[in-house]
Each structure stands twice: as structure tokens, then as C-alpha cells.
């Protein structure tokens, strides 16, 4: 097994604020408020081309979180959500199928 210097977890987060952001060079990317149970968190996605920001409000993602935050043209993102590609590239989120408590960690 290799050491790692941090302990990446996947956590369901409740998305409670979620705006476009044009202040990037990339096309299709948001500003989210992710609630983690214990903490509200930021998060930049390209997430656009397949979600409108405020369908984003009040539904459940997985991110991975506890990772080192990055800012993005003055953006502080603390998690990354989680994805995978659809046929044209494009992210898919991965949630739930269910609501669950927020900050459930993925095991």
C-alpha cells in the first residue's frame, strides 16, 4: 500500500447554491455550495453543458473531498464532484438514488 500525505473520502453533499461562472477561460463552468454535513463547501465544475445551476439546488452529488483547495480566477474550490463521461465527453454526476444524510461517506 502506498502513503499517502492526505485521505481522500467520497462524501454525498446536498448542493445549496449553484451559480454559472464567467469569469473562467472554460466554457459550461459553475460555482457550487455543497453542504457536507459538518461544513458548507465550494466547488468549481464544468458542468454546463448538461446542468443548469439552479436545477443543481436542492439535489444530492458525490465529491471528493479532504483534498487540497484550488482557486479558480479567484474562486476557492475545496471539492471536486464526481462524474463520469457521457458519448459526447460531457460530465454525468453521480448521486444517490435515494437522499441520504449529507456527508455520508461512500464505503
Given at each position: 500500500?502506498?502513503?499517502?500525505?492526505?485521505?481522500?473520502?467520497?462524501?454525498?453533499?446536498?448542493?445549496?447554491?449553484?451559480?454559472?461562472?464567467?469569469?473562467?477561460?472554460?466554457?459550461?463552468?459553475?460555482?457550487?455550495?455543497?453542504?457536507?454535513?459538518?461544513?458548507?463547501?465550494?466547488?468549481?465544475?464544468?458542468?454546463?453543458?448538461?446542468?443548469?445551476?439552479?436545477?443543481?439546488?436542492?439535489?444530492?452529488?458525490?465529491?471528493?473531498?479532504?483534498?487540497?483547495?484550488?482557486?479558480?480566477a479567484?474562486f476557492?474550490?475545496?471539492?471536486?464532484?464526481?462524474?463520469?463521461?457521457?458519448?459526447?465527453?460531457?460530465?454525468?454526476?453521480?448521486?444517490p438514488?435515494?437522499?441520504?444524510?449529507?456527508?455520508?461517506?461512500?464505503?
Amino acid at each position: 500500500m502506498v502513503d499517502s500525505p492526505f485521505d481522500v473520502r467520497l462524501q454525498v453533499g446536498d448542493v445549496t447554491r449553484a451559480e454559472p461562472f464567467p469569469e473562467t477561460n472554460k466554457e459550461a463552468m459553475m460555482k457550487l455550495w455543497i453542504d457536507i454535513g459538518d461544513e458548507t463547501v465550494q466547488s468549481a465544475a464544468q458542468l454546463g453543458h448538461q446542468y443548469d445551476p439552479q436545477s443543481l439546488v436542492g439535489t444530492q452529488l458525490l465529491c471528493a473531498t479532504n483534498l487540497d483547495p484550488i482557486t479558480i480566477a479567484g474562486f476557492t474550490s475545496e471539492v471536486l464532484t464526481v462524474g463520469v463521461p457521457d458519448d459526447n465527453g460531457e460530465v454525468i454526476l453521480l448521486r444517490p438514488d435515494s437522499t441520504v444524510t449529507a456527508g455520508a461517506t461512500l464505503f
